[in-house]
């Protein structure tokens, strides 16, 4: 059988709307990102250094060492890498809700720091980690010009607060055009999202010649939960989260073509089962199954096809493929793995696997990550990290007392979610019992 790569599971209703003839479209052949960890991504300590690995030829070549400062929230204000290429500076500065504003990029040669490139990001002020403009530069001839790392979104509300509209621009020669539409309408009755339609501007000009993208839009939407803040471009991201779709019709090139069909877990909405099918809803064109797997957050994803090369349905799966990652207590992903059921053959086409070693306090001082080569059948080391020595960036300026530096009690419970700052010992009293993350360290109280 030859090699196939899929579509990353979590996109397998990229598609979704273009049916039989035009919506139903196999995944096979496309490819995948994966979901493997590299970095820590516990709230307080932070690694000073980090050095970075690859495997050639069964041996390990040193690419390079960053060296990093943080702020008291742990966001990475600044980066120092040393190659064999150079010298290079990233440096960073946050919002309130830690999402980039500023990144700031120079290089060394020799003669010093020089500029090198830049970004800047404004967010949208409802949904704060949704940008609304991100602009890119190159330092070139002593100014700054503008790159095409570039994107505007204009977002438009209702009286209501909901969006109604996002326009979409790119860069295109020296201006940035409309590129993508997407339109909400409204229920006057339930005040929710109805309709959907996503447009792109063919003539990719200043004024827009706007198109439904794949001849596809989505009515009698029902939702199983929304706060009308939908962003997303695609009904793949609209399964988990705040705007979590329970049904619809799909229309292609105005016709009533299908319906997609969400069913969640009671226990747990992260765990469902969508199908969609074709003009009669009880032939099924596509499922994709989520399961959690357990307390880590490990997941299965199977994605099934009952259709032939035509696009006409069929009674059994002419095509099944599966991607499961397995989460370690720290909530780093240490599996991943990728199969392909076709032709009655089911064999594993792709995965990752990372091994991490902690120290006492769980943070990572290595990582060796190994990617599975199809041919050899086996995982083969690709890369490693080894984290330096760990720092408690919450006592950095912010919240450093000059009288007493030890001063304070900051908490965290094991999910990152900051649960109380207090001077009082006495007021972590009033905490569940638990294991938290108080000052940098893991700590267990009881009541």
């Known amino acids: 059988m030859k090699k196939i790569y899929i579509l990353s599971l979590c996109a397998i209703l990229g598609a979704s709307a273009a049916l039989a003839g035009g919506r139903f ?48 929230r742990g966001n990475a204000i600044q980066e120092d890498s040393d190659n064999e290429d150079g010298l290079f500076r990233t440096v960073t500065e946050y919002d ?95 005040g929710r999202a109805n309709e959907f339609f996503y447009y792109s501007n063919n003539a990719g000009t200043a004024v827009p010649d706007w198109q439904l993208y794949d001849d596809t839009s989505y009515h009698n939407i029902v939702w199983n939960a929304t706060d009308g803040q939908m962003t997303e471009s695609d009904f793949a991201d609209m399964l988990e989260g705040a705007n979590r779709i329970e049904s619809c019709d799909v229309f292609y090139d105005g016709v009533l073509d299908g319906h997609i069909i969400v069913e969640y877990s009671p226990e747990n909405p992260a765990s469902y089962l969508v199908k969609e099918t074709y003009a009669d809803p009880s032939v099924i064109g596509a499922t994709l199954q989520k399961e959690i797997l357990d307390g880590n957050g490990s997941f299965r994803l199977t994605g099934s096809e009952y259709f032939d090369e035509e696009g006409e349905p069929t009674a059994e799966a002419t095509y099944i493929a599966v991607q499961e990652v397995t989460f370690d207590d720290h909530g780093n992903a240490i599996l991943e793995t990728m199969t392909e059921t076709f032709e009655g053959i089911t064999e594993q086409v792709a995965g990752n696997k990372a091994e991490y070693t902690y120290d006492d306090n769980g943070n990572p001082t290595e990582i060796l990550v ?58 972590l009293s009033i905490l569940p019992a638990g294991l938290y993350i108080i000052n940098g360290k893991k700590q267990l109280l009881n009541k």
């Not at 570039?150 to 209501?160: H, L, M, Q």
């Not at 990617?371 to 006592?395: F, H, K, L, M």
Request: with cysteine.
């Open 370 to 427: 190994s990617i599975y080569d199809y041919e050899e059948g086996d995982y083969i080391p690709d890369s490693r990290i080894v984290y330096g020595e760990y720092t408690d960036a919450s006592a950095g300026v912010d919240n450093v007392n000059a009288d007493n530096p030890t001063a304070g009690f900051t908490v965290y419970n094991l999910q990152g979610i900051l649960m109380m700052q207090t001077d009082s010992e006495e007021s």
């Open 25 to 72: 479209k196999t995944k096979k052949g496309t490819p995948r990102n994966t979901v493997m960890k590299t970095e820590s991504y516990n709230p307080v300590w932070r690694p000073l250094t980090q050095t970075e690995y690859m495997c050639i030829d069964g041996e390990w070549l040193e690419l390079g060492t960053s060296t990093f400062k943080y702020d008291s």
């Open 96 to 190: 309130e809700y830690n999402n980039p504003v500023s990144i700031l990029g120079s290089v060394d040669e020799g003669a010093g720091w020089e500029n090198s490139n830049k970004r800047t990001y404004v967010y949208d002020p409802v949904v704060h980690d949704f940008y609304i403009e991100r602009l890119g530069y190159d330092w070139q001839d002593g100014e700054w010009v503008r790159n095409y790392f570039c994107e505007t979104n204009v977002v438009t509300r209702d009286d209501r607060g909901n969006i109604i509209e996002i326009v979409k621009s790119l860069p295109f020669m020296e201006d940035m055009i409309p590129a993508y539409k997407a339109v909400w309408n409204y229920d006057e009755t339930t």
